[in-house]
């Protein structure tokens, strides 16, 4: 028998207790293998074998405790971690004094150590903090007595971090100790910190690349990055421009130009601006990143008289940085006031800037008797990045014991007398450009007199009632209604909508309840173009359809048999995938799929806002041009897709009334350009044509085949605001339902006037057989229909030639469309008409090469 008592199963295991074992290690002297039947020695040896071995194990288990502790203790509890926090103080028994904007002065040196040593006592003074304070600095002054900015640092063990970070949050006042000699008659409250980003911190000892600036007068102060705009700014920067007005006033920042590197989520470049001296989170007033088109209104308003900018950069790439001014202005006395009367607006403090932090303004709002007050809101901008989600708690309007906060679209709050009181309040930190409303007093019995009246408040004209069309916004105009079967259909959630609608792949119903009964049973794919083919043949990798698209989306990558639905890499295979060409991936093996993409990305930042009405952002469609004819200003829109290659519409060159459309030498094209008044601004390029090249087979009755290819007298340098389209493969599909920009200079309205500054439209691809419904007999394979059923938003006289930019999901931007025609402008159940592009691509790669 082999004693096995070690619990080890493996063979060698058992010389343990060899006699070679023993000799080797000598603990195990005297054991030995016995005869089972030797009971005796087993009884008279054992127990003592037994205490040898609980002693051994014993002692190994205190040797591995201790060694875990000591790993533990040094590795971990004993690891410190340094801390800083950027905090302000105020000091009230000083006066403000001019050399305490100076840091090198005696009086700022005196003041400061004062500061430092009250700190120093503070912290010492609470057991949470005072083991682990190391030292503090004091960064500037500034007035109201005197406010003191500081940083302090702390060295902690990490297990007791945000103990530390707890205790600092609250605020502060100074007791100071009996014989306190240094400190006498030093009175200072209001202690705050907060825990500063380890990059901020080293700006505030580091003053390399740090700025003091003092507004004077009336006079507007400017300041850029280094290097702006001939240089990028520096990498790795830590910089910071400390802002200041005279005592009393608050400060107007705007940034006039703004490029730094774009906002990536891991370690981007970062401007910040802060209301206070001190840069920290709670009095961030708003952080910025990207690029930013100059008409986008980066105008900051501080609550007191001292501002302070700071940039971080942690990327190595190359952009020139911001150029900014600033001024210093009365501070607002009154925010609010009485309103009276039958109408009038009002907005929130220094509108369309960024309203001020810290500020609160009530209206009160009175219309004469036995009327009541409807608040309509225009633009609603409160949005804060700490909010939480509908709790309103930061910035926010109160009416009628309710809030209202973050991104609105156009909202009515109506009163339930002939008074009503508004309540705005921004918090200390974060501010946005805020609100413009319009009050109007009208009779509670009939808000609307001759129309419908919306549950939100809002009229409507009383034909749009149970039309279809949601005109209201919360839906009432289409509730409790008789559908009219004739033409209307009645979706299962009791909506009337247009027969027309019924099967078109898209849910009108919102319960889908129009797409249900359709021609294909259940089992069966609905092609694009109304086919039903069995399930399986979706992505079998064979146009089952016939217009490909029961394999356009279809998750794996293969390769198919071509057709005119699949995209040829150049190595001539196709692939089953659709739109593959340009969208980050490679698909092709010879990555022929993902070449020539330095087309259709803007420079700047997309802005979800369309501040002041359909005004495009300048460079938001750097593809867009303006074609002038001689004598007759801007009359056609167009496309770059190379810096030598323009696509517009052939209608535009067709000789008229004497006219020479069709002359090269009859055009200018403006590139670069947003403002028609600014055609000589920096930035717009002025080009003629070399040559026009219309499609041959364009007719001129139909607008069938509405294209033409420019070409440049001279190449255009791609700039910020003038950049290429891609243009899509001739397989790229644009499906019905597809969000698509439309954009120009065109009339605003039917019969109406051209716009100055380029307007853009959101509108949505239409199915082409419902198209062939409402226009009918005037479709061709190579016209497309987008816009809404319902009207309100189309292109129109003077748009002709210019791009349907489609935006895909990572930015990039593919021509979708050329403006040709339509029936009026914007008019229901009539949609714009454009050129499909992807017909006629290998048209344009043989007239220009592109
Ligand atoms: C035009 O006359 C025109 N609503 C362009 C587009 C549309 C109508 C007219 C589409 O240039």
Redesign the pocket.
């Known amino acids: 028998m082999r004693s096995n008592r070690g619990g080890k199963k493996d063979v060698g295991a058992g010389l343990k207790y060899s006699h070679q074992a023993q000799n080797i290690n000598g603990f195990e002297e005297g054991v030995e293998f016995l005869p089972a039947n030797n009971s005796r020695k087993v009884e008279k040896r054992g127990p003592k074998r037994w205490i040898v071995l609980l002693a051994l194990l014993i002692f190994f288990i205190l040797i591995s405790l201790m060694v875990g502790f000591l790993v533990w203790h040094f590795n971990y509890r004993n690891v410190r971690v340094q801390k800083i926090f950027n905090g302000f103080l105020r000091i009230t028994n000083e006066n403000f004094i001019d050399a305490y904007e100076n840091s090198n002065s005696t009086e700022f040196a005196n003041l400061a150590s004062k500061v430092k040593e009250a700190l120093k006592v503070l912290y010492n003074g609470i057991p949470a903090l005072g083991p682990f304070y190391k030292e503090s600095g004091v960064t500037a002054f500034s007035e109201g007595s005197v406010i003191a900015y500081y940083w302090s640092e702390f060295s902690v063990p990490q297990y007791r971090v945000e103990e530390v970070e707890r205790t600092l949050s609250k605020e502060y006042v100074l007791t100071l100790p009996p014989r306190s000699r240094a400190l006498q008659s030093f009175n200072v409250a209001s202690i705050v910190a907060f825990p500063t980003d380890a990059r901020t911190a080293q700006t505030t000892r580091d003053n390399s690349c740090s700025f003091s600036l003092h507004a004077r007068g009336e006079e507007v102060t400017r300041f850029t990055t280094p290097g702006f705009p001939d240089s990028p700014y520096p990498a790795r920067a830590r910089c910071q421009w400390v802002l200041r007005g005279d005592a009393d006033l608050v400060l107007s920042l705007t940034f006039q130009s703004f490029d730094v590197a774009p906002c990536d989520n891991d370690g981007n470049d970062v401007v910040m601006v802060y209301d206070s001296l001190s840069p920290v989170e709670p009095r961030a007033v708003v952080q910025l990143c990207g690029t930013y088109a100059p008409s986008y209104n980066l105008t900051f308003l501080s609550s007191q008289n001292v501002m302070l900018v700071t940039l971080i950069t942690n990327t190595v790439r190359r952009h020139p940085g911001f150029k900014a001014k600033f001024f210093q202005l009365p501070k607002m006395t009154e925010c609010g006031g009485r309103l009276t009367g039958m109408q009038g607006t009002f907005n929130t403090p220094y509108y369309p800037g960024h309203y001020p932090p810290n500020i609160d303004c009530t209206w009160d709002i009175e219309v004469p008797h036995h009327q009541n007050v409807k608040i309509r809101f225009k633009l609603f901008y409160l949005v804060e990045p700490h909010e939480t989600l509908g709790t309103c708690t930061k910035d926010y309007v109160e009416i009628n014991g309710e809030r209202y906060c973050g991104e609105k679209k156009h909202f009515v709050v109506t009163s339930r007398s002939n008074k009503i009181t508004v309540h705005f309040h921004s918090d200390e930190s974060y501010t946005d450009t805020g609100f413009f409303a319009e009050y109007l007093s009208y009779d509670s019995s009939d808000p609307c007199p001759g129309m419908f009246t919306c549950k939100t408040g809002r009229c409507i004209n009383n034909t749009l009632r149970c039309d279809g069309w949601t005109d209201c916004t919360d839906f009432s105009d289409e509730l409790d209604c008789v559908c009219n079967s004739t033409y209307q259909f009645t979706c299962k959630n009791n909506f009337c909508k247009p027969r027309f609608w019924l099967c078109d792949g898209l849910d009108d119903c919102g319960d889908k309840s129009d797409e249900l009964e359709c021609s294909c049973p259940n089992g069966t794919f609905r092609c694009g173009n109304g086919k039903c083919i069995p399930k399986s043949e979706k992505c079998n990798k064979k146009d089952n359809c016939g217009d490909g698209s029961d394999e356009a989306e279809c998750d794996s990558v293969s390769i198919v048999p071509c057709t005119k639905y699949t995209y040829k890499c150049r190595s001539g295979v196709c692939l089953s995938k659709g739109n593959p060409e340009c969208d980050g991936k490679q698909d092709c093996s010879d990555g022929s799929d993902e070449k020539n993409c330095d087309c259709g990305l803007r420079s700047f930042i997309k802005q979800s806002r369309i501040v002041g009405g359909q005004n495009s952002d300048e460079g938001e469609w750097p593809w867009q041009v303006s074609l002038h004819a001689a004598g007759q200003g801007h009359l056609c829109g167009a496309s770059l897709i190379s810096s030598t290659w323009l696509v517009s519409a052939a209608h535009c060159f067709i000789d008229e009334l004497g006219i020479r459309y069709s002359e090269p030498a009859t055009w200018k094209a403006y590139l670069g350009l947003h403002d028609q008044s600014k055609r000589s601004a920096t930035g717009v390029e002025e080009r003629g044509f070399k040559q026009i090249i219309p499609h041959d087979a364009f007719n001129d009755f139909t607008f069938d085949y509405d294209i033409a290819v420019l070409e440049l007298d001279k190449p255009v340098d791609l700039s910020t605001v003038i950049r290429p389209i891609c243009l899509p493969d001739s397989s790229h599909t644009f499906p019905a339902g597809k969000a698509i920009w439309v954009t120009g200079w065109?009339h605003t309205k039917e019969g109406g006037t051209g716009a100055l500054i380029l307007q853009k439209g959101e509108i949505r691809v239409i199915n082409q057989t419902t198209c062939e419904d409402l226009l009918p007999n005037q479709l061709t394979p190579r016209m497309m229909c987008v816009?809404f059923l319902t009207g309100g938003v189309?292109?129109?006289?003077?748009?002709?030639g210019g791009p349907l930019s489609s935006v895909e999901d990572d930015g990039r931007t593919f021509l979708a469309g050329v403006?040709?025609?339509?029936e009026?402008?914007?008019r229901r159940n009539?949609p714009?008409?454009y050129t499909r592009v992807p017909v006629l691509r290998d048209w344009i790669k043989e007239k220009t090469g592109v």
Request: proline share 0%.
């Open positions: 065109g816009g189309d292109s129109c006289q003077g748009d002709s403006v040709s025609w339509g009026g402008c914007a009539k714009g008409v």
